[in-house]
């Protein structure tokens, strides 16, 4: 577990043991995230704040999800999360804000995030190069437009849809008011 309070600095520290476990070298991450070496050790460093697109390219070419990260870098101690207790992370370029609502450290496979993002945001994700994760979209308020490859959905509260993280896929507010998901990840099972 990664020892500090800010969880900047965990999610720093937690990239650059990742990277470390693979034995990737900042050049092998670039090239298999198309993010640049430069900003790469900087975030590492701590030196610039990534964005949740700038994250999830990260993660692809770690071969993790954006919340297998967040979970990697929560609490372990918990098994009852409470509200107040849930690692909230907002990226600094759109506003979206990321709820890790899961206790981590259970052993289970799977993930809940509650999402918020702002009127006229949009994320772009990379596919997940192994195809090991899939997930599902539950629209709480507001419309979450999703798209993967070709297709395209308008996620209204109740509305719940699941998708495989094996394409790209972006999550777009293109309505006037802030729109509130879960997002459920859970990793398949080997066959």
Same mark, same amino acid.
Request: aromatic share 6%.
């Given at each position: 577990m990664i020892e500090t309070?800010?969880?900047? %600095? @965990?999610i720093a520290a937690r990239l650059k043991l990742r990277r470390e476990e693979l034995a990737l070298s900042l050049a092998d991450l670039a090239e298999r995230s198309g993010v640049s070496k430069a900003m790469i050790s900087r975030i590492e460093r /701590?030196?610039?704040? *990534?964005?949740?697109?700038?994250? #999830? @390219?990260?993660?692809?070419? &770690?071969?993790?999800?954006l919340s297998g990260l967040m979970a990697a870098v929560e609490d372990k101690s918990l098994v009852l999360l409470t509200a107040a207790a849930q690692p909230v992370w907002r990226d600094p370029e759109t506003g979206f804000e990321r709820r890790a609502v899961t206790p981590a450290g259970t052993g289970s496979s799977v993930e809940i995030v509650q999402a918020t993002l702002p009127a006229g945001a949009k994320i772009? =994700?990379?596919? &997940? *190069?192994? #195809?090991? =994760? %899939?997930?599902?979209?539950? #629209?709480?308020? #507001?419309?979450? @437009?999703?798209?993967?490859?070709?297709?395209?959905? %308008?996620?209204?509260?109740?509305?719940?849809?699941?998708?495989?993280l094996?394409?790209?896929?972006?999550?777009?507010?293109?309505?006037?008011?802030?729109? /509130? =998901? &879960?997002?459920?990840i859970a990793r398949r099972k080997a066959r």
């Open positions: 309070d800010n969880i900047e %600095d @965990r /701590r030196e610039a704040s *990534p964005t949740a697109a700038l994250l #999830g @390219r990260l993660c692809a070419g &770690l071969d993790i999800t772009d =994700y990379p596919a &997940l *190069p192994s #195809g090991a =994760y %899939d997930q599902h979209i539950l #629209g709480v308020s #507001g419309v979450l @437009r999703f798209s993967s490859g070709d297709d395209h959905f %308008d996620i209204a509260a109740g509305d719940c849809l699941h998708c495989a094996d394409q790209p896929h972006v999550f777009a507010n293109e309505t006037t008011e802030p729109c /509130r =998901y &879960l997002v459920i």
